[in-house]
T-cell receptor, first 115, second 113 residues
Framework: AQSVTQLDSQVPVFEEAPVELRCNYSSSVSVYLFWYVQYPNQGLQLLLK??????LVKGINGFEAEFNKSQTSFHLRKPSVHISDTAEYFC?????????????FGDGTTLTVKP | ETGVTQTPRHLVMGMTNKKSLKCEQHLGHNAMYWYKQSAKKPLELMFV???????ENNSVPSRFSPECPNSSHLFLHLHTLQPEDSALYLC????????????FGPGTRLTVT
């Protein structure tokens, strides 16, 4: 079984400031890692994913995340946020080589970008 | 239509009504999911289907009844719901169960009165 902990439920930040949304996971097997974004009144949309290879992955809208296996973390970063980045962000993991394989989601982090 | 569509987008129903939510994916995926998203609560996985077969039921009350006639369509039949069932119901699909990102529909906002 796996679990995901998003360490901050709410992150307020000013426009053009950098932001980091933290995600730690726990799993007895290797996992794939994902970040999703949910804008108001919409479904979740994939931001980026880590499957293998380089531990720094780049996604849409200028976001990137770094996989740290020793710290079991997958933090999401953006060097300069915009008002339009205000949304709910979800970290998710999916176990590799299991019959289940479904994703386990964190509780979400609400990012609020203020002018 | 592209991606994952859900109808209706909004639904208000009484506790004695019977209604159905519909999800359709146009991505050629094999797996489909129902999630419940309530305010102030984590995303809850309800059901998983893979190649039309149900692979997971997360202890969902029987007043929720899923149906997957083919890999492109997923329904959630609702009857005798409770006010606490009011939530956003999200459908998702993926290429397979292992290691694949999920594609979500916009959701159906359900209000039970």
């Amino acid at each position: 079984a796996q679990s995901v902990t998003q360490l901050d439920s709410q992150v307020p930040v000013f426009e053009e400031a950098p932001v980091e949304l933290r995600c730690n996971y726990s799993s007895s097997v290797s996992v794939y890692l994902f970040w999703y974004v949910q804008y108001p009144n919409q479904g979740l949309q994939l931001l980026l994913k880590y499957l293998s290879g380089s531990t720094l992955v780049k996604g849409i809208n200028g976001f990137e995340a770094e996989f740290n296996k020793s710290q079991t973390s997958f933090h999401l970063r953006k060097p300069s946020v915009h008002i339009s980045d205000t949304a709910e962000y979800f970290c998710a993991v999916s176990a590799i080589n299991t019959n289940a394989g479904k994703s386990t989601f964190g509780d979400g982090t609400t990012l609020t970008v203020k002018p | 239509e592209t991606g994952v569509t859900q109808t209706p987008r909004h639904l208000v129903m009484g506790m004695t009504n019977k209604k159905s939510l519909k999800c359709e994916q146009h991505l050629g995926h094999n797996a489909m999911y129902w999630y419940k998203q309530s305010a102030k609560k984590p995303l809850e996985l309800m059901f998983v289907y893979n190649f039309k077969e149900q692979t997971e039921n997360n202890s969902v009350p029987s007043r929720f009844s899923p149906e997957c006639p083919n890999s492109s369509h997923l329904f959630l039949h609702l009857h005798t719901l409770q006010p606490e069932d009011s939530a956003l119901y999200l459908c998702a699909s993926s290429q397979g169960l292992e290691g694949h990102e999920q594609y979500f529909g916009p959701g159906t906002r359900l209000t039970v009165t």
